[in-house]
T-cell receptor, first 114, second 111 residues
């Protein structure tokens, strides 16, 4: 186990709704990255937070937003859910934001949009 | 276009046998390349990381190689075990923030 936890484990929403996913980073880590993993695909980078500031973003629309709190836990918010948002959402924490810092992944939240 | 392609898509081997997984990338600029193991229903776990100047890195029975000239990497698993059954994902980091994941190779080890 990596020490990174995510909640909830599973979630079912309908199209147009909003969802908030949560991630608690491993102790001592100040950087959290979020990924979307569609079935049978590799994860896709959504964004990264470093010390409460967004520190880089992948090719995702603005309806994907996030927060990082002073204790370095993080939230991923998705507005106006679409069917294609159905995926496993992974968060990963690391000691720092350097590209060489090892990321430790949580078990993921499985989101289903109906 | 920045891409990471892995082959084969899936692989079945007998316990105790060796196997090699391939990763080809067209990512530029290149920062580093990682191999991850992802068990079903779990997040990926880092196995190895290699920068431009490194051409081999080992982690127990896992050995990764990198040829930065041809933009190819391989992951060799020696004396496979049932617990090696998982997806193996190649990830190339580009610049400061970008992480580009391959779609993975699904390995099944049979007794």
């Amino acid at each position: 186990e990596t020490g990174v936890t995510q909640s909830p484990t599973h979630l079912i929403k309908t199209r147009g709704q909003q969802v908030t996913l949560r991630c608690s980073s491993q102790s001592g880590h100040n950087t959290v990255s979020w990924y979307q993993q569609a079935l049978g695909q590799g994860p896709q980078f959504i964004f990264q937070y470093y010390r409460e500031e967004e520190n880089g973003r992948g090719n995702f629309p603005p309806r994907f937003s996030g927060l990082q709190f002073p204790n370095y836990s993080s939230e991923l918010n998705v507005n106006a859910l679409e069917l294609d948002d159905s995926a496993l959402y992974l968060c990963a924490s690391s000691f720092g934001r350097a590209i060489t810092d090892t990321q430790y992944f949580g078990p993921g939240t499985r989101l289903t949009v109906l | 276009k920045n891409q990471v392609e892995q082959s084969p898509q899936s692989l079945i081997i007998l316990e105790g046998k060796n196997c090699t997984l391939q990763c080809n990338y067209t990512v530029s600029p290149f920062s580093n390349l990682r191999w991850y193991k992802q068990d079903t229903g779990r997040g990926p776990v880092s196995l190895t990381i290699m920068t431009f100047s490194e051409n081999t890195k080992s982690n127990g029975r896992y050995t990764a190689t990198l040829d930065a000239d041809t933009k190819q990497s391989s992951l060799h698993i020696t004396a496979s075990q049932l617990s090696d059954s998982a997806s193996y994902i190649c990830v190339v980091s580009s610049g400061t923030y970008k992480y580009i994941f391959g779609t993975g190779t699904r390995l099944k080890v049979l007794a």
